[in-house]
């Protein structure tokens, strides 16, 4: 089981900035699938983006342009620059990880670092 550690939340302005960085242990890193999902309030844990072994992206639409997922597989850390920022992007962004052949929501989860978007 890969522990994991988020930080970079906090409160932002709409259309300020923020990254977030999670950091992994373990030896297996690199061959993870890492994701980046939110719960906003009363709502379900939904994908923001993920990003697989070999560095190719996938985010979701409602971020496109905006949420950039990159990983740094030396450093066991996966990011998440987010540009743009909009009040409907508050919520605890959990980080996760999962070997290949584990389903997607399934692996290991960080305790989720908050994003409050407000003026």
């Known amino acids: 089981q890969v522990q994991l550690v988020e930080s970079g939340g906090g409160l932002v302005q709409p259309g300020g900035s923020l990254k977030l960085s999670c950091a992994a242990s373990?030896?297996?890193?690199?061959?993870?699938?890492m994701g980046w999902y939110r719960q906003a309030p009363g709502k379900q844990r939904d994908l923001v983006a993920d990003i697989d072994s070999n560095g190719t992206p996938t985010n979701v639409d409602s971020v496109k342009g905006r949420f950039t997922i990159s990983r740094d597989n030396a450093k066991n850390t996966v990011y998440l620059e987010m540009n743009s920022l909009k009040a409907e992007d508050t919520g605890v962004y959990y980080c996760?990880?999962?070997?290949?052949?584990?389903?997607?929501?399934?692996?290991?989860w960080g305790q989720g670092t908050q994003v409050t978007v407000s003026s």
């Open positions: 996760n990880a999962r070997h290949p052949l584990i389903l997607p929501r399934g692996g290991s």
């Open positions: 373990g030896t297996m890193f690199s061959i993870y699938r």
